[in-house]
């Protein structure tokens, strides 16, 4: 059975840190994302890590929070971080972690994230 479980959401000042996690059972973490969305907004891609066949790894993060956000994985646990530093009231909405990209049907059931100015 595929799970994907947030944890780690919550409510914060402006310019401290969180670390969002995704435990992955049912399958593995080698492609992961990090999405959100806030109220009004479409969903939006966060960060992504994806293992290449190499096994090399590729990251994408949105401009937004590029320098900021850290996508990482513990392969040991299969669990996917979302160490977010730095937290702006624009970082604020619902958090999702995602395996396969967005047409994928494996979504985290969404943790939110409140920044306060």
């Known amino acids: 059975q595929v799970q994907l479980v947030e944890s780690g959401g919550g409510l914060v000042q402006a310019g401290e840190s969180l670390r969002l996690s995704c435990k992955v059972s049912?399958?593995?973490?080698?492609?992961m994302g990090w999405y959100r969305q806030a109220p009004g907004k479409q969903r939006e891609l966060v960060a992504q890590k994806i293992k290449s066949t190499s096994g090399a790894d590729f990251i994408k993060y949105a401009d937004s929070v590029k320098g900021r956000f850290t996508i990482f994985r513990d392969d040991a646990t299969n669990t996917v971080f979302l160490q977010m530093n730095r937290l702006k009231p624009e970082d604020s909405g619902v958090y999702y972690c995602?395996?396969?990209?967005?047409?994928?049907?494996?979504w985290g059931q969404g943790t939110q994230v409140t920044v306060a100015s």
């Open positions: 049912g399958l593995s973490s080698n492609s």
């Open positions: 995602n395996y396969g990209g967005p047409s994928s049907p494996y």
